[in-house]
């Protein structure tokens, strides 16, 4: 079964400032989606950026964008000039190509200071 | 554009109740699924359907049931609550994969706060 890791439950960034979210997954399919999204207090899951693996090129959406290292099975989001809005849990996300279960991460709690 | 709707939003249920939790979507998707979220933890799988008629298992189905009588509808049913289903309920959908841009991405429900005492 696959298994999606993220491995830092907090983490703290200072409004403007850059921060990157780590995520591992394991996996022995060679066509897969990752995905980050994003839960604000109201609850609602927001898809924040989506990666196919058999793009090398890494993903890209406005601030946030994503480093992709299929051998090491590690997919990161960084979010740079951070805003407050950006305050959340991040979760990260996997599915196989035709595959009908994404499977989510632990979830990493995103706090932006002023 | 409603998306997906999910009914009701939040529901205190005595131990050994019944309920149904609702989801419509309005996007002809195909996909339809129910994940549950514990305090502080990530999304975890309750059953899902590639379309009406069909259903299967996910990672946590154990006292619940799901129906997919039609392309829109999916609920879920609890049928004996325990206090270990205290949970947030989420309702997704989505496309087919068939190559087009974001055929394969999610759409979540708002979410449903069920407590079990």
């Known amino acids: 079964a696959q298994t999606v890791t993220q491995s830092q439950p907090e983490m703290s960034v200072q409004e403007a400032e850059t921060v990157t979210l780590s995520c591992t997954y394991d996996?022995?399919?060679?066509?897969?989606?990752l995905f980050w999204y994003k839960q604000p207090p109201s609850r609602q899951m927001i898809l924040v950026i989506r990666q196919e693996a058999y793009k090398q090129q890494n993903a890209t959406e406005n601030r946030f964008s994503v480093n992709f290292q299929k051998a090491a099975k590690s997919f990161s989001l960084k979010i740079s000039d951070s805003q407050l809005g950006d305050a959340a849990m991040y979760f990260c996300?996997?599915?196989?190509?035709?595959?009908?279960?994404?499977?989510f991460g632990g979830g990493t709690r995103l706090m932006v200071k002023p | 554009n409603a998306g997906v709707t999910q009914t009701p939003k939040f529901r205190i249920l005595k131990i050994g109740q019944s309920m149904t939790l609702q989801c419509t979507q309005d996007?002809?998707?195909?996909?339809m699924y129910w994940y549950r979220q514990d305090p502080g933890m990530g999304l975890k799988l309750i059953y899902y359907s590639v379309g009406a008629g069909i259903t299967d298992k996910g990672e946590v189905p154990n006292g619940y049931n799901v129906s997919r009588s039609t392309t829109e509808d999916f609920p879920l049913r609890l049928e004996l609550a325990a206090p270990s289903q205290t949970s947030v309920y989420f309702c997704a959908s989505r496309n087919r994969d068939r190559g087009i841009a974001g055929a394969n991405v999610l759409t979540f429900g708002a979410g449903s706060r069920l407590t079990v005492l």
């Open positions: 996996t022995s399919e060679s066509d897969y989606y």
């Open positions: 996007m002809n998707h195909n996909y």
């Open positions: 996300a996997y599915r196989r190509n035709a595959g009908n279960m994404l499977t």
